[in-house]
Nanobody
């Protein structure tokens, strides 16, 4: 079973930046789309960004222009660069396989807190 390990979260002031990483175990990574989700307290988990094996990307409207998603297939890692962070970006961030629907079991996630 593929395991996902997210890292890079933390406490940041509004307007700040963070770079999240997600590394997948297993032998096959490059052929799959990968995605980032987030879940804020009391809210449903939402898809934030996704990237195909060819590098095509998509983002939820609330992060367009502020977040970018990228991948390093050699390292089996997907990244989420988050700039101009807002308090409403506060959530636990998770990665998963897939373009629109999560396929794998969830990892532990990484907490992002945006606060002054």
């Amino acid at each position: 079973q593929v395991q996902l390990v997210e890292s890079g979260g933390g406490l940041v002031q509004p307007g700040g930046s963070l770079r999240l990483s997600c590394t997948a175990s297993g032998s096959i990574f490059s052929i799959y789309s990968m995605s980032w989700y987030r879940q804020a307290p009391g809210k449903q988990r939402e898809l934030v960004a996704a990237i195909t094996s060819e590098g095509r990307t998509k983002f939820v409207d609330s992060v367009k222009g502020r977040f970018t998603i990228s991948r390093d297939n050699a390292k089996k890692t997907v990244f989420l660069q988050m700039n101009s962070l807002k308090p409403e970006d506060t959530a636990v961030y998770y990665c998963n396989r897939g373009w629109s629907t999560p396929i794998l079991d969830w990892g532990q996630g990484t907490q992002v807190t945006v606060s002054s």
